[in-house]
T-cell receptor
Framework: AQRVTQPEKLLSVFKGAPVELKCNYS??????LFWYVQYSRQRLQLLLR??SRESIKGFTADLNKGETSFHLKKPFAQEEDSAMYYC???????????FGIGTKLQVIP | KAGVTQTPRYLIKTRGQQVTLSCSPI?????VSWYQQTPGQGLQFLFE???????NKGNFPGRFSGRQFSNSRSEMNVSTLELGDSALYLC?????????????FGPGTRLLVL
């Protein structure tokens, strides 16, 4: 069965510290991989996509096919990074996104 | 370009009732997906529609149904409401609903079942 695991429900880091939000997936084939973010009182929105290989707001995500992981990283956390983060693999050709349970990132000033 | 809109934003119903939620996608988007968001389960996929056809379905009981109209607007219906149906229901749209496309989310409809 297709599954995504975000092992941490809550991750607290100090401002300026490195951040790593973990995501492991269990999928047949090669899923497309996304990270979505939901800031307080805002709608869920795309943060970055594996296919774009870009860095958004200082975040990057590396696909490790061997470990089936797609961890989200940022070298120096900012207070405005506090939000819910969802790892979202998508497979099967069409939209049937399986979201992880989400990790709440809390950046402590 | 206007974003995804959902109506109503809040609903209070009692057990056994039914409810219909509406979603208007971004203009030009033909794929609409629905999700249920709860604190315990996170975001769970309900179904996806494209060109008035349901293409994908999640693991929800038959009480959850949906449809899509020719203008791509979509509705979701939940019959015989249960307390556990209390959740934030999100819809998302994309151009063609392929797996590599970004989804654009609406603000959600918060449903409370008493």
């Amino acid at each position: 069965a297709q599954r995504v695991t975000q092992p941490e429900k809550l991750l607290s880091v100090f401002k300026g510290a490195p951040v790593e939000l973990k995501c492991n997936y269990s999928y047949s084939g090669s899923p497309e991989l996304f990270w979505y973010v939901q800031y307080s009182r805002q709608r869920l929105q795309l943060l970055l996509r594996h296919i774009s290989r870009e860095s958004i707001k200082g975040f990057t995500a590396d696909l490790n096919k061997g470990e089936t992981s797609f961890h989200l990283k940022k070298p120096f956390a900012q207070e405005e990074d506090s939000a819910m983060y969802y790892c979202a693999p998508n497979s099967g050709g069409y939209q049937k996104v399986t979201f992880g349970i989400g990790t709440k990132l809390q950046v402590i000033p | 370009k206007a974003g995804v809109t959902q109506t109503p934003r809040y609903l209070i119903k009692t057990r056994g009732q039914q409810v219909t939620l509406s979603c208007s996608p971004i203009s030009g988007h033909r794929s609409v997906s629905w999700y249920q968001q709860t604190p315990g389960q996170g975001l769970q996929f309900l179904f996806e529609y494209f060109s008035e056809t349901q293409r994908n379905k999640g693991n929800f009981p038959g009480r959850f149904s949906g449809r899509q109209f020719s203008n791509s607007r979509s509705e979701m219906n939940v019959s015989t409401l249960e307390l556990g149906d209390s959740a934030l229901y999100l819809c998302a749209s994309s151009l063609a609903g392929t797996s590599e496309e970004t989804q654009y989310f609406g603000p959600g409809t918060r449903l409370l079942v008493l």
